[in-house]
Every structure is written in C-alpha cells, then in structure tokens.
C-alpha cells in the first residue's frame, strides 16, 4: 500500500504540472481538491484518466468520484479494491 | 472631444528576450518551453496554475505580467475597465498537435481545456480580475490597424478606460508577444496610440 501510495503521488504531480510540489508535500490522507492542495474540475477528469491508463480502472459511477477522489489513501484503497493487476514499480 | 489614447508601456516576448518599454530586461537561452518556465522563475511569479497553462497561455500571462509589472494598474482602474484585444496567427495549434497526439492514448482534459486560443484572454483575466470587454483574432500577421481600429472602438461607446491589446502567437519554438497597454494618460514616455504606431513598434523588433 506504502508503495502505491507513493506511486500515486508521483504520477499527479507528473500529470496534472503540479511543478511546485514534491510527493512529501502531500499528505496520505489531505483532500486533494480545494481547500487541500487545490485540484479543479479538470484536474478530476486527468484523475479518471489515470486510473483507466496506469491501473485499467473505469470509474464507473461518477457519484462515486468524491469519496474515491477525497485523498491519496482513498485512491489508493479503490485502485487496491478494484484491480486485480496493480502496475506498481518496487 | 475624446481624449488622446496613449501607448503607455509595452512588452515584447520573442527569440529569448523580453524588452519592456524598448528596453532589454531579460534573455536565456533555451527551448521556449525552458525560456517561459525561467521567465516565471526570473521574476518571482507565485501563481501555481501556471505550470498547467499551455505554451500559448504562459506566453501571454507572462508577457501582461512584465508589462503590468509597477503600473500600480490595479489601483487605477475598477475589474471592468480595462478591455483585453489579442490576435494572433496559429490560433491555438501549438496545443491542438499535442491534444491530438494524447487521443492514441487517451484524450487529455487538461490539454483540451486549452484548445481554443481566447483561453488566454481567461488565464490573464483570471490572474488580474479582469471582468471588461474582450476579443481574440486570427490574422496572417500583426495588424496594427484592426487593432486600433477595434480597440479606439472600444474606448469610443465608453466601454473600456484602457486597453491591453497585441499579439500573442506560438507554434513549437517560433514564439512571438507583443503586448501594448493603451491608456487615456499623457506620462512623460507615451507614444500615441495609432496604427502607424503599432505597426512600428512591432516592426522594429522584427
């Protein structure tokens, strides 16, 4: 779980630009959008992306895009309930 | 009478140089992508949206902010004063070649949000809390005479008190800003606001 979490840091950071942000600077369980580290609108639909792209995971009911999408730990317990082939580097 | 419209600053973003009022006041070299990225750096902009910006977007947020840069113009005028008149000649096809590049693999929202070249009008408005008239063109090259033209129009049904206007153009590492900020004020180094004028001052950085 440690290592998808870190993962997971990387890659939004990578994906979304977030160039002044290190995967330190975010918190396991900070909420991502607005009052955490600020993600928007857009930056959810990048987040649906990525899950089909790295973790072949469709979301497939959109009410259910603020409780996965709440923080690092809450994708990382969807992407971990929901594939049975996680693509994580060691 | 209407009152006189003057240039009272500009900024000039091309070929890893920027100048501010004709003067040189910052080059790198580099691949423009490295040349936008150490601008932001270079004058200490804080604003993390930035590095989500397409190049088209962080060329002209970089070029109104060295223009705007100690004209305390946010003290002189009210959010829907200062109109915003842009042109250019690629539109937005710097981004649409890398949007249609991610469809092989999935389409990207955050390079489709930018595919469209007025977005830049939004990004700058957004920063300065612009709310006031606003248009983008595409032309085959600067156009000195539709812009004053369109913008003295502006200022004549009293729509704007002044007027950020120019031109904001990228495609790969050709890149190009000039940007002219048209004010009723008479300051000591204000050209008048003609299309003679224009015309000149982008032809002299040709």
Excluded at chain 2, 61 to 85: I, P, Q, R, W
Excluded at chain 2, 101 to 117: C, D, H
Excluded at chain 2, 169 to 188: C, M, N, S
Aim: glycine share 6%; with cysteine; net charge negative.
């Amino acid at each position: 779980m440690n290592n998808l979490i870190q993962k997971l840091k990387e890659q939004i950071i990578e994906r979304l630009n977030l160039k002044d942000l290190k995967p330190a600077d975010i918190g396991d369980d900070q909420p991502l959008f607005v009052e955490g580290i600020g993600l928007d609108s857009i930056d959810a639909l990048e987040l649906i992306v990525l899950l089909q792209q790295e973790y072949n995971i469709k979301l497939s009911n959109a009410e259910d895009g603020p409780r996965v999408f709440h923080s690092i730990r809450t994708m990382a317990d969807y992407i971990t309930a929901n594939s049975g082939a996680v693509k994580v580097s060691p | 009478m209407q009152p006189a419209r003057n240039i009272t600053a500009s900024c000039l973003i091309s070929r890893n140089k920027i100048f501010k009022n004709g003067q040189l006041v910052f080059e790198h070299p580099g691949t423009a992508e490295v040349f936008l990225d150490k601008i932001y750096s270079h004058f200490a902009i804080s604003y993390p949206k930035f590095h989500k910006m397409d190049q088209l977007c962080k060329l002209g947020f970089l070029a109104a902010e060295v223009l705007l840069n100690e004209t305390e113009h946010s003290k002189k005028y009210d959010e829907t004063e200062t109109g915003l008149v842009l042109s250019n000649a690629h539109s937005s096809l710097d981004v649409d070649l890398k949007y249609a590049q991610t469809i092989q693999t999935g389409a990207s929202p955050a390079l489709f949000v930018y595919t469209l070249p007025n977005i830049v009008i939004g990004e700058i408005s957004i920063r300065h809390h612009f709310k006031g008239e606003n248009a983008f063109f595409v032309f085959k090259q600067f156009d000195g005479n539709f812009i004053a033209e369109y913008v003295n129009g502006l200022f004549e049904n009293k729509l704007i008190k002044n007027c950020i206007c120019g031109w904001v153009d990228i495609l790969k590492e050709d890149y190009r800003a000039i940007l002219f900020l048209v004010e009723t004020d008479h300051p000591e180094n204000a050209m008048a606001f003609t299309a003679y004028k224009l015309n000149q001052l982008n032809q002299d950085h040709e």
